[in-house]
């Protein structure tokens, strides 16, 4: 795999895209101690890498969970380069092209382990990842996943899966601004044009299939709109906004901003939640998780 400039600063990436090694670097599988075993969490991270669910792995494994993070772009052979970088400097379609490629490969290795509980699988993703785990949720086995948990979730890039196998919970802070144009925005009601959608193989049949680059000039769906297309066909889809959160709740302390991408674009950029919001999401997880066994 390997970065292709696009324009000075902006990147997409070629070449064939890699799985799961248990055994890469940045790979973290952790099972807490005792007889019983215990459900695990997969948690998928966003743009920015690795970096983006460190600490909500903590956290899950504090509660108990057997976890496992990795870092879908050193999968690729991609590495040294910032969080920053891969945030901004690199397409939508590109990032989730590696992260859904590997956390695809990540769950199929799981759920042949036999020191956890491969019957309480969840998957929990942030920004592009919760993209990735919303895309999952049309693959993985019921039997296995017990549900999804998508936080921030864009449209832009792969497209959102028309049916989904488990249940998901899409998570937005009111203050999400992250990735829109308009600085009134917000994050689930962002799009952009359907040429920026790509089809890839593996994806579940979706909104990539109708809007993508030979469709240019239409609009691709915003997140609500995709969540009330799924829920008529019976798909089992929650919505929770949370006040004093921007995206990426875990990122640490709110921080309200705009940034200029490496695509030239000024977009909102406002990250993290006060100590309550994030409590508050903390629990409607764990709510979730204990009303999807």
């Known amino acids: 795999?390997?970065?292709?400039?696009?324009?000075?600063?902006?990147?997409?990436?070629?070449?064939?895209?890699?799985?799961?090694?248990?055994c890469e670097a940045s790979v973290k599988f952790r099972v807490p101690p005792?007889?019983?075993?215990?459900?695990?969490?997969?948690?998928?991270?966003?743009?920015?890498?690795?970096?983006?669910?460190?600490?909500?792995?903590?956290?899950?494994?504090?509660?108990?969970?057997?976890?496992?993070?990795?870092?879908a772009y050193a999968m690729q052979g991609l590495t040294g380069r910032t969080s920053l970088f891969w945030a901004r400097s690199?397409?939508?379609?590109?990032?989730?092209?590696?992260?859904?490629?590997?956390?695809?490969?990540?769950?199929?290795?799981a759920i042949t382990r036999t020191d956890i509980d491969?019957?309480?699988?969840?998957?929990?993703g942030i920004s592009n990842g919760a993209a990735v785990v919303a895309n999952l949720a049309g693959v993985v086995d019921?039997?296995?996943?017990?549900?999804?948990?998508?936080?921030?979730?864009?449209?832009?890039?792969?497209?959102?899966?028309?049916e989904i196998r488990v249940p998901v919970l899409l998570a937005f802070g009111k203050l999400d601004?992250?990735?829109?144009?308009?600085?009134?925005?917000?994050?689930?009601?962002?799009?952009?044009?359907?040429?920026?959608?790509?089809?890839f193989p593996g994806v579940p049949p979706g909104s990539a299939r109708y809007c993508?680059?030979?469709?240019?000039?239409?609009?691709?769906?915003?997140?609500?709109?995709?969540?009330?297309s799924v829920q008529k066909r019976g798909g089992r889809i929650e919505i929770r906004y949370f006040d004093d959160m921007a995206h990426s709740a875990f990122f640490g302390p709110l921080v309200r901003t705009r940034a200029t991408w490496g695509s030239?674009?000024?977009?909102?950029?406002?990250?993290?939640?006060?100590?309550?919001a994030r409590a508050a999401f903390w629990d409607s997880m764990l709510d979730f998780i204990a009303r999807h066994p």
Request: glycine share 12%; hydrophobic share 35%.
């Open 212 to 228: 993508n680059q030979g469709t240019p000039g239409r609009r691709i769906p915003h997140a609500l709109d995709w969540a009330e």
């Open 264 to 276: 030239g674009q000024t977009l909102g950029a406002s990250l993290g939640a006060t100590d309550a």
């Open 34 to 71: 005792g007889p019983a075993k215990p459900p695990l969490m997969i948690s998928v991270h966003g743009g920015g890498g690795i970096r983006d669910v460190l600490k909500s792995d903590e956290a899950f494994h504090q509660h108990g969970m057997a976890t496992l993070v990795f870092d």
């Open 1 to 22: 795999m390997e970065l292709v400039a696009l324009r000075p600063s902006f990147c997409t990436v070629s070449g064939k895209v890699g799985g799961f090694d248990p």
């Open 142 to 162: 019921p039997a296995h996943v017990k549900g999804v948990i998508s936080e921030g979730v864009t449209p832009i890039g792969l497209g959102l899966p028309d």
């Open 177 to 199: 601004d992250f990735g829109n144009p308009d600085p009134q925005g917000n994050r689930w009601t962002l799009s952009d044009d359907c040429r920026i959608n790509i089809q």
């Open 90 to 109: 690199v397409t939508n379609e590109a990032r989730q092209r590696m992260i859904y490629s590997t956390a695809l490969a990540a769950y199929r290795w």
């Open 118 to 124: 491969t019957s309480r699988i969840y998957l929990f």
